[in-house]
């Protein structure tokens, strides 16, 4: 069975704080590890990563993955409380199937 | 740019009750979703579609079924509903291409069977 496990559950920072999310993956034919904030509504795409080591980057957030270890990182550096969110990570399988970690509930105070 | 719609974005059922959730999309996406999220929880696949005429269960199908007769549309069906259905519930689209599957999500639609 397919299975993505997020770490932490919850997180609180201050603005300005960095923070490292953590998601590790048993996928089965593994295809890419993708990664979505949900605010209120709808989850929005934020990174996909099919290959080892290479950096994603966009703004204060960047994203890694390591498939040899099978796990996956989120990097926000300076964080600002339209930061707060739940952040999910989910690994893409044969079939274009996506299976979902339980996410990250994150707050940023100010 | 309507992307995915979803509706209703609010409803309440009560047990035994059975109701459609209707899911469209524009982008010409051919595969399509149904999610959904319990409170703190991640998101749970419940059914897919590949193409029109063409559905596969997911995690969890049990009291649900789906049809996907065009390529925009792909409604959800609660049979009986029942209090373990509240939830909310998601549908995705994304033009598949392995190792490039981006999902677009609806902005959702909160159930309560009571």
């Known amino acids: 069975e397919d299975k993505v496990v997020q770490s932490p559950l919850s997180l609180v920072v201050h603005e300005g704080d960095t923070v490292t999310l953590n998601c590790s993956y048993e996928?089965?034919?593994?295809?890419?590890l993708l990664w979505y904030k949900q605010e209120k509504k709808a989850p929005t795409f934020l990174f996909m990563l099919t290959s080892s080591g290479i950096e994603k980057k966009s703004g204060r957030l960047s994203s890694i993955l390591d498939k040899k270890e099978l796990f996956s990182i989120l990097n926000i550096t300076a964080t600002q409380t339209g930061d707060s969110a739940i952040y999910l990570c989910?690994?893409?399988?044969?079939?274009?199937?996506?299976?979902f970690g339980e996410g990250t509930q994150l707050t940023v105070n100010p | 740019n309507a992307g995915v719609t979803q509706t209703p974005k609010f409803r309440i059922l009560k047990i035994g009750q059975s109701m459609t959730l209707q899911c469209t999309q524009d982008m010409n996406h051919n595969y399509m979703y149904w999610y959904r999220q319990d409170p703190g929880m991640g998101l749970k696949l419940i059914y897919y579609s590949v193409g029109a005429g063409i559905t596969d269960k997911g995690e969890v199908p049990n009291g649900y079924n789906v049809s996907r007769s065009t390529t925009e549309d792909f409604p959800l069906r609660l049979e009986l509903a029942a209090p373990s259905q509240t939830s909310v519930y998601f549908c995705?689209?994304?033009?598949?291409?392995?190792?490039?599957?981006?999902?677009?999500f609806g902005a959702g639609s909160r159930l309560t069977v009571l």
């Open positions: 989910a690994g893409e399988t044969s079939g274009s199937r996506l299976t």
């Open positions: 995705a689209s994304s033009y598949h291409r392995a190792g490039a599957n981006v999902l677009t």
């Open positions: 996928v089965t034919n593994f295809r890419s």
